[in-house]
């Protein structure tokens, strides 16, 4: 942390509020706004203006901020204040111990789907040729590229401005080399005997229509392409499975809250034989693997 006082009076007039006085404003802003965790979300929306450690901002609450640190902080609460989801302020998320850049463009990275990459890394091989079927962030594909360092990942989007943070996402971890990304719309365009993969996976967007005006305030502004699963919420797995049985013998995706039995219906009736469902922390069957 830089000095804590003024020492002349040119700094005077740049020093303004203290930590402390910021603070204590930006939480019941954020507080009125609704956000949950008010005070921690100040701290580390300050920390990160500051380039500083939370800890660094509790143990120097009378730290002076310059002019432009004031107005920078100011402007991520008011971001913050209209429930701009604190990912995309601060422009990175923690998954599967990686931090990922996240951008609007891409649906922010949840814990529920480091599942879904666990469940991955179980069953491929070293030399795994892998697709991943609406990657947004890259999430899954870095995740996986990182840990199998002879896999190679075909990463699909639809939206070219996600595949540009996938892109962004490999390189920052050293893996653009094995992460090829690849626009198109689901597995359109790769043919049998063309290519074959030891694994096709996919967090596909599952959420039935009716409820996205449901959603908190914050995940409707994440991209509704990687949110909106049509009127019961599954067509893209109707399409998915249909498609993946001519280029793999083991596919895997995520799943909503309630909807494993219906996927699991979908999935035998494309010719997927062997399925099994995976619970998440929260005990909800949240992976589904199917072999043919
Ligand atoms: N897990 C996300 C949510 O419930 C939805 C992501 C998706 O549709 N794949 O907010």
């Known amino acids: 942390m830089p000095p804590t006082r003024p020492k002349s009076s040119k700094w005077k007039t740049e020093l303004i509020n203290s930590v402390a006085e910021e603070l204590a404003a930006s939480i019941v802003r954020l507080r009125d706004a609704g956000v949950e965790s008010a005070q921690l979300e100040a701290q580390l929306l300050l920390a990160h203006g500051l380039q500083c450690s939370r800890l660094d901002i509790i143990t120097h609450p009378e730290r002076l901020l310059s002019a432009e640190e004031l107005s920078s902080f100011r402007d991520m609460i008011d971001r913050r204040a209209q429930r701009c989801p604190f990912a995309y302020i601060i422009g990175h998320r923690k998954f599967f111990g990686l931090q990922l850049i996240v951008t609007p463009a891409v649906l922010i990275p949840r814990p529920e789907t480091e599942i879904l990459v666990e469940e991955v890394l179980r069953r491929i091989p070293d030399h795994a040729i892998m697709a991943d079927v609406g990657t947004g962030s890259g999430a899954i594909a870095v995740a996986v590229a990182v840990s199998v360092p002879k896999s190679e990942i075909c990463a699909i989007d639809l939206s070219e401005?996600?595949?540009?943070?996938?892109?962004?996402?490999?390189?920052?971890?050293?893996?653009?080399?094995?992460?090829?990304?690849?626009?198109?719309?689901?597995?359109?365009?790769?043919?049998?005997?063309?290519?074959?993969?030891?694994?096709?996976?996919?967090?596909?967007?599952?959420?039935?229509?009716r409820d996205i005006d449901t959603l908190?305030?914050?995940?409707?502004?994440?991209?509704?392409?990687?949110?909106?699963?049509?009127?019961?919420?599954?067509?893209?797995?109707?399409?998915?499975?249909v498609q993946a049985l001519n280029l793999t013998d083991l596919i895997i995706v995520e799943m909503g809250t309630g909807q494993s039995m219906a996927i699991?219906?979908?999935?035998?009736?494309?010719?997927?034989?062997?399925?099994?469902?995976?619970?998440?922390?929260?005990?909800i069957e949240r992976v589904l693997v199917a072999r043919p």
Not at 223 to 232: R, V
């Open 264 to 283: 699991a219906r979908i999935a035998n009736e494309a010719g997927w034989g062997a399925i099994e469902l995976i619970r998440d922390l929260a005990g």
């Open 161 to 209: 401005e996600a595949l540009s943070v996938a892109c962004a996402n490999a390189v920052k971890h050293g893996v653009a080399n094995r992460v090829n990304t690849l626009q198109g719309d689901l597995l359109e365009g790769l043919f049998p005997g063309q290519i074959r993969f030891d694994v096709i996976v996919s967090n596909p967007p599952y959420i039935p229509t």
């Open 216 to 241: 908190e305030i914050e995940v409707r502004s994440e991209p509704l392409q990687a949110l909106d699963g049509g009127e019961d919420g599954l067509d893209i797995y109707r399409k998915l499975f």
